[in-house]
């Protein structure tokens, strides 16, 4: 398989306390509406574009941590799929329903599942002509497995790793029609309590400060400015970046 991912979904794993909150807000900063729960609690849902396929998805987890992320790699072989990661140093756990929830050799949190989507949604335009679009997903690596994680998510994914330029950050080239890009970061502090991969997603836009300015009206609490991105955090206390990049960059 040169290429087995298809289709890359992100998952906003949010506890039963901050589950609304989150949802709300998660649909107004990308502009779409809400499928019917799905699950044995109705505990799955996603969030659905007006043109081209859903890649975000929201699952309420019985956690008291804030809000977390994981992702789901769309596959054609499932099976094979879970047979590559086991090769490449990954924990798997089959289930009966057909996906396969894994883990990086250093602890993301990530599941193998069929039905890929096709069609990416553009970004979106808000009323005041500037867009945005979540487009990035960034894992945050310790500096000690930095260089494995990356072989690991390239060779999983069997998309090229290249410069993400700057010196902590390294980028694998996604095919044009996945909604999700991948940006691999070098942590600086390394140590037992910096060992465990997770991950955050981006958002491209035309004007990060204006895009910046309707997260925080929206809920969002701002925690950090740098000359290339925004931090924040979701009424759930998930932490996410509005980055300078424009929707189409990447």
């Not at 991912?5 to 709300?24: G, I, K, N, Y």
């Not at 909604?179 to 836009?205: E, I, K, N, Y």
Request: charge should be negative; hydrophobic fraction near 40%; include cysteine.
């Amino acid at each position: 398989m040169s290429m087995p991912v298809t289709w890359v979904t992100a998952f906003l794993d949010s506890p039963p306390e901050t589950a609304d909150a989150a949802e709300a807000f998660w649909l107004d900063v990308t502009g779409t509406r809400l499928s019917a729960g799905r699950g044995e609690r109705s505990e799955f849902a996603s969030l659905l574009p007006d043109d081209g396929d859903p890649y975000v998805k929201v699952q309420r987890v019985v956690q008291s941590a804030p809000g977390g992320l994981h992702l789901d790699l769309h596959t054609d072989d499932v099976r094979a799929l879970a047979e590559r990661a086991e090769g490449l140093g990954a924990t798997t756990s089959y289930h009966v329903l057909g996906y396969v929830v894994c883990g990086s050799p250093n602890g993301m949190s990530f599941c193998l599942v069929g039905h890929p989507g096709r069609r990416r949604p553009p970004p979106q335009r808000w009323a005041d002509g500037n867009r945005s679009v979540v487009d990035q997903v960034c894992l945050d690596i310790p500096p000690d497995v930095y260089d494995a994680e990356c072989a690991f998510w390239a060779a999983l994914t069997g998309w090229d790793r290249v410069d993400g330029g700057a010196s902590e950050f390294d980028r694998l080239v996604r095919p044009a029609d996945v909604p999700l890009a991948f940006l691999l970061q070098r942590l600086d502090a390394p140590g037992p309590a910096q060992q465990t991969v997770t991950g955050h997603l981006d958002l491209a836009a035309d004007d990060r400060e204006a895009e910046t300015d309707r997260h925080v009206a929206l809920g969002a609490r701002a925690l950090r400015r740098t000359p290339g991105w925004t931090v924040l955090a979701d009424p759930a206390g998930r932490i996410y970046c509005i980055t300078g990049r424009r929707p189409g960059d990447v």
